[in-house]
């Protein structure tokens, strides 16, 4: 509680030096014991409020003679302003401690759980596809897509395939009933590449992602559906050369690390020259040069150093005819690679988990990989 | 896919000392010839040559009698005393004490003995062990433990020497017996690429493995002299009247005859080794040499007993209704398509399936003394056809579908011939019959210019190195005319050769055939890494961007997405309530489904989608929150009109095919069902309901730019009076979204209540506007009014809005529904709509009187548009 004022006498207040200080001391004492800011309203009220003593003073000044006026005004203005600072001081002091109690007394324990919705996922597929279109997107090249349902003519002769070649078995390839349809689910993304061709010409850079499917056995590396992303760059001089460099780039922006890339001979129809591509491993020492050996337990390449990745190769003559692209004035490559092996090499998924559809799959991802 | 064992390669071309089957792998790797697997030597340690000195028969408690026997190892590995406390049988000598189980062996015989330390096939290491009160110090191996199978007389258990296994082979006590056994052996099984059938031979390998080392080949096939024939043997007719594209399914046929072979004789030990390293039986002395052959050269070849064969021979295509017995003793039912070999036994009969296998009939057989030997140059299509049609792949069908060198038939059966003669005392007749052999052709020769392998490798290849790499793979290098190459003086010297391949790679027809030879042999490796220049594209399109973005509203929204196999059972039609005339029943068909129950291809995503539901509900899951984007199509008008091959079609035909293709687009469907969120300290987590498959929808479309109405509507799979029809600006109706149908909650197991949406995304996409005009935004004063309208339970609410903004015009900034209400103040099968509605002018601050026409014209409009009176 306030010190209650010395002088009750609401009339008469003497104007020295000892009345005024004793005014002082006493607001000060008071504005220093009061423990809240209600307290503090009370002391504000009882030592510079209309009737305290140095209110009081202050009014009984005009009553003065005037050679005491100036005295006297000085004492009275100066003690009040003291007061009155303090006052300030004081409160600025009180409220803050108030407000941190106020604070305090509202905390909460933030360790509960906070998910009232739970977050959704993209399926990581999508995710590694995006992730690869944008780094095509970035040297320049175009996305293009195609549909699943293909004619045998998009699928296989445009690409130059064999009338006899095995992989138009129905024990490869999905068929469209009845027998002479003519369609069937593609069972690579090339044909999409001879749709880009046929609708753009050349100079073409084009990389074609999507949903492929071949009459598989389903297991842990192996589905009937998967994804591809092939690369096409036709152009008047492109070369090998170029087609090495553009896997380089490739597999640096997908697993990270110094590209190392390796072709060996091998053969498909589309292509020619044709060569099977091969990524240095990202995972184990291998991954800091030739010079390194290779984990022999590596999950990744399997102690060899090397993950086969695809094939790729130089267009061949007959798939640029078929689609309208005079082999005599243009070359490029082309190449394919599984993106469901990209996720499985890269992040260690599981081929049927990434097929079933299980939601605990994709969250695990969230909306990035 | 063919076995090579190095000490075979190693005849045909140089292997450095001591090289390994990885190595070797890992060379031919780099030519082309993928490694399929590497066998390692299948027995390591002390496996030695032992002779049987004495043997006691002990009867065992089990019934079983063992043999306790001394064995002689050798001066080496024999223990020069018995161990006191387990003496061996017989006088004590230097050797080892060995228990046998077999039986087919004596005193004095030689056997093979696994040692201490020995490792077999399994792995099995060998240790002394107690065993049937004696110290069995090594083991009497039999072939099957040694993995050389049973043994191939079918008497013995154990190996002896001299007989079985080990027919022809003798030795002394501790020699080494994995190399008399030839099981030290590493063999390299390789892949080999449809176009480069020659390497389906040691000739062919050991050409290649020359390429990548540049070790010395030596061509067997070059070290076969065929001596002039003194007239033709067997008349061989060759008439194919049906050829497949015009290919005669046989250009040449070679027939040789060799009488006297002693039906006892046997192929060597070496033979039969080689034989069973590269995957093959041995079988007899006949059959053991033509498939030596065959691996060895790559020309499959067949013998006929000439006791059976009745000449001539026919080649020709089958007649309608023929049949034959085919080797493996099973009766074929031939194709008129299928190649047969025939003869005049009864007239006319089949005797074998061209290039595929041999008929029963004339077999050779234990007995057969003569035989007619067949190589002959088969179509690679015809093979082909008939050895998937009969389920054959055969040793010969696998070479003559890849094609086989033209030039060697003769050769092949000269030296089989010989073989026969040498190992079977046969007597080749100097007669040969080589039909079609002036027709035999080389591939053509192809025009090459120097520079083409530097402009389409991106490696500066010199002429020389350009000459010498064709020359290397066999081919007929020769100066050409200048062509429109460099001009010369540039580094390859320009101009163009003309290069005629070798008889072997008929795959060589094109320049870019021989670019890749060129830089196959002169080294992938050496192709530089350079990122190409793209002229620079115009980024994804919109429709790609939007893909992504109405994906990622969803999954921000907190459903998960998933994928699904597109096959659906005829049934799901059914099961989701589709009407007998719906068009999403017409589902493309699959000829050769992967199951037999899941043959169409789903119409919408939902028909997937729900059994993902299921199946994680199942998995424990208790809501659903998850969703979709992916492929869906319906049956196209009809077949697809051929077009040419390597050639482009015209944009006529192109555009034919594309009125039949069948109709394709990507959907986006979504499933929520239970608590959209945990039970906790809040409270419990809210139901999905079917405002949030509407909302869902809503904020997919707004995420790609694009703005559904909705309208209520009756579609399955959804709930009668909880479904939403949603169209795009243009009318056009691009999906629904609501509560399920209560019969498909209950068909899929799904938490009751369990909502959904399907839209066709590609069309939500085109209907968003290319470009957003821009609205002025006002800074005058806002006006707040609210309305409550009394209608009939059948008005929509967005009926009652539309009215409102009709009514009020442009002044009209914002109008929100806040409350329905229904009850006895308003009355039975009526209800009432409250809307929050905002004015503003872009002109200036509204009047009261402005304000009050405005809600004048509102009241006006809701009362003629839909009956609604104004609640007092």
Request: proline share 7%; aromatic share 6%.
């Amino acid at each position: 509680m306030s010190e209650t004022p010395p002088s009750p006498d609401p009339a008469a207040v003497t104007i020295d030096e000892p009345t005024i200080g004793a005014a002082v001391d006493a607001a000060l004492a008071a504005i220093a014991s009061a423990g809240s800011t209600a307290e503090l309203k009370q002391v504000r009220i009882d030592h510079v409020g209309d009737a305290s003593v140095l209110s009081r003073a202050n009014a009984s000044i005009r009553d003065l003679p005037k050679d005491q006026k100036a005295f006297a005004g000085k004492l009275v203005g100066q003690s009040k302003g003291r007061v009155q600072q303090a006052l300030a001081a004081r409160q600025a002091e009180l409220a803050e401690a108030e407000e941190e109690a106020a604070l305090a007394r509202e905390t909460v324990d933030v360790t509960v759980p906070v998910d009232r919705r739970p977050r959704g996922a993209r399926h990581p597929m999508r995710t590694l596809q995006d992730r690869i279109e944008d780094f095509f997107v970035g040297i320049g090249w175009e996305i293009a897509e195609g549909p699943e349902l293909e004619t045998g003519w998009f699928n296989f002769d445009a690409l130059n395939a064999d009338p006899n070649h095995p992989s138009r078995s129905l024990q490869d390839t999905l068929y469209v009933a009845p027998e002479d349809s003519g369609l069937l689910l593609r069972t690579q993304t090339s044909p999409v590449q001879i749709r880009a061709m046929l609708e753009r010409g050349a100079p073409l850079y084009i990389a074609c992602p999507g949903t492929v499917y071949r009459a598989d056995e389903f297991d842990a590396t192996h589905s009937p559906m998967f994804n591809q992303v092939e690369g096409l760059a036709i152009d008047t001089d492109l070369t090998m050369a170029n087609l090495v460099g553009t896997l380089d780039a490739f597999a640096a922006a997908i697993f990270g690390g110094r590209p190392i890339t390796r072709l060996r001979p091998n053969h498909f129809p589309f292509t020619e020259p044709s060569a099977e591509m091969d990524f240095r491993c990202f995972n184990c020492e291998a991954r800091l040069g030739l010079d390194h050996d290779a984990d022999p337990a590596c999950r990744v390449c399997g102690g060899t150093g090397w993950i086969e990745m695809g094939g790729c190769g130089m267009v061949h003559p007959n798939v640029l005819r078929s689609a309208g692209v005079d082999p005599e004035e243009y070359q490029g490559f082309a190449f394919g690679l599984g993106i469901e092996r990209i996720l499985m090499l890269r992040n260690g998924a599981d081929m049927r988990d990434i097929v079933e559809g299980d939601v605990r799959f994709s969250q695990h991802y969230g909306t990035e990989i | 896919m063919p076995r090579i064992p190095l000490t075979w390669l190693a005849q045909h071309v140089t292997l450095p000392e001591g090289a390994s089957a990885l190595q070797v792998a890992t060379d031919l790797s780099r030519v082309g010839l993928e490694e399929e697997a590497i066998f390692g030597a299948q027995v390591t340690g002390p496996l030695v040559v032992g002779r049987v000195l004495d043997l006691v028969k002990e009867p065992q408690k089990n019934g079983k009698t063992i043999n306790w026997c001394r064995v002689d190892v050798g001066p080496e590995h024999n223990e020069a005393q018995d161990d006191p406390k387990d003496p061996q049988p017989g006088e004590e000598r230097p050797s080892r004490g060995i228990i046998c189980g077999a039986h087919n062996f004596v005193e004095g015989d030689l056997v093979v003995v696994s040692l201490p330390g020995t490792v077999l096939p399994g792995p099995f290491e060998i240790a002394a062990r107690k065993t049937y009160g004696h110290v069995s110090d090594g083991m009497i191996c039999s072939g099957d433990e040694l993995g050389l199978g049973p043994d191939p007389d079918g008497e013995d258990g154990i190996i002896v020497l001299g007989r079985g296994h080990a027919r022809g082979l003798t030795g002394e006590p501790g020699d080494d017996a994995i190399a008399l056994l030839g099981l030290g052996e590493e063999v390299v099984e390789i892949n080999v690429t449809p176009d480069r059938g020659y390497a389906f031979s040691m000739r062919g390998v050991a050409r290649e493995y020359a390429h990548a080392t540049g070790e010395a080949f030596t061509d067997p096939a070059l070290e076969v002299e065929v001596p002039a024939a003194d007239g033709p043997g067997v008349e061989v007719r060759l008439s194919d009247e049906a050829p497949i594209d015009g290919r005669p399914g046989c250009t040449r046929f070679v027939a040789q005859e060799v009488t006297g072979i002693d039906p006892t004789a046997h192929a060597p030990r070496w033979m039969q080794q080689r034989l069973v390293l590269a995957g093959m039986r041995p079988i007899s002395l006949i059959v053991d040499v033509t498939n030596y052959v065959m691996l060895d050269l790559g020309q499959p070849l067949h013998a006929y007993d000439a006791a059976e064969l009745v000449a001539p021979i026919t080649v020709r295509r089958a007649h309608a209704g023929e049949k034959l017995a085919t080797l493996d003793d099973k009766p074929r039912a031939l194709d008129p398509e299928d190649l047969v070999i025939a003869d005049a036994g009864a007239g006319d009969r089949a005797i074998g399936i061209a290039g595929v296998m041999g008929g029963a009939s004339t077999e050779v057989s234990a007995a057969t003394k003569d035989v007619v030997l067949e190589a002959a140059s088969f179509d690679p299509v015809t093979v082909a056809r008939s050895a998937r049609r009969h389920r054959l792949p055969s040793e010969a069908s696998k070479r003559f579908e890849r094609g086989v060198d033209p030039k060697l038939p003769a050769i092949a059966v000269t030296r089989a011939a010989q073989l026969l003669a040498e190992y079977g005392g046969g007597t080749v007749s100097a007669a040969r019959t080589d039909s079609g052999a002036d027709s035999v052709q080389g591939p053509a020769p192809i025009a090459l210019e120097v520079g083409a392998p530097t402009r389409l490798v991106g490696v500066e290849y010199t002429r020389e190195q350009v000459r010498e790499a064709l020359e290397k793979i066999g081919c007929t290098v020769e100066d050409g005319p200048a062509g429109d190459g460099p001009a010369e003086g540039t580094a390859d010297g320009g101009g163009s050769f003309l290069v005629t391949p070798p008889s072997w790679r008929p795959d060589l027809r094109i320049r870019e055939d021989l670019i890749e030879e060129i830089a196959r042999l002169l080294g992938y490796e050496q192709i530089p890494s350079v990122l190409p220049q793209a002229p620079g594209g115009a980024g994804l399109t919109r429709a790609q961007k939007s893909r992504r973005y109405a994906a990622r509203a969803l999954a921000e929204a907190g459903l998960a997405e998933v994928l699904s196999f597109p096959f659906v059972p005829q049934g799901v039609f059914d099961e989701l309530g589709y009407g007998p005339e719906d068009p999403r029943r017409d589902a493309v068909r699959l000829l050769n489904p992967l199951a037999d129950d899941e043959p169409l291809l789903r119409t919408e995503l939902l028909q997937t989608l729900l059994p993902v539901a299921r199946r994680n509900l199942g998995r424990g899951q208790e809501s659903l929150a998850l969703f979709e984007v992916d492929a869906v199509s319906r049956a196209g008008s009809g077949p697809i009109p051929p077009l040419p091959a390597a050639q482009r079609p015209t944009d006529a035909q192109l555009e034919a095919v594309q009125a039949a293709m069948p109709v394709q687009s990507r959907h986006l469907a979504a499933i929520l069902g239970g608590a959209s969120g945990p039970d906790s300290w809040w409270g419990s987590g809210r139901a999905w309901d079917w405002a949030d498959a509407i909302d869902l929808a809503h904020r997919a479309a707004a995420a790609v730019g694009a703005r559904l109405e909705v309208r209520g509507r009756e579609h399955a799979p959804f709930h009668p009076g909880r479904c939403a029809e949603l169209r795009t600006d243009d009318g056009t109706v691009v999906g629904y979204a609501g509560e399920l149908h209560p019969k498909v909650v209950k068909a899929f197991d799904l938490p009751a209540r369990t909502c959904a949406l399907e839209l066709d995304l590609e069309q939500v996409i085109s209907a968003a506007p290319a470009v957003v005009s821009a609205e002025p935004v006002s800074t005058y004063p806002l006006a707040k009014e609210d309305f409550a309208f009394v209608v009939e339970d059948s008005v929509s609410a967005s009926a009652v809005e539309a009215a409102i903004i009709a009514g009020i015009g442009d002044v009209l900034e914002s109008v929100h529904l806040f409350d329905v209400f229904t009850g006895d103040q308003v009355g039975e099968g009526r209800k009432s709509l409250a809307f929050a509605v905002r004015l503003r002018s872009q002109e200036g601050t509204l009047s009261a009187k402005e304000i009050g026409a405005a809600r004048e014209r509102c009241v006006q409009a809701v009362a003629n548009a839909v009956g609604g009176v104004l609640r007092a």
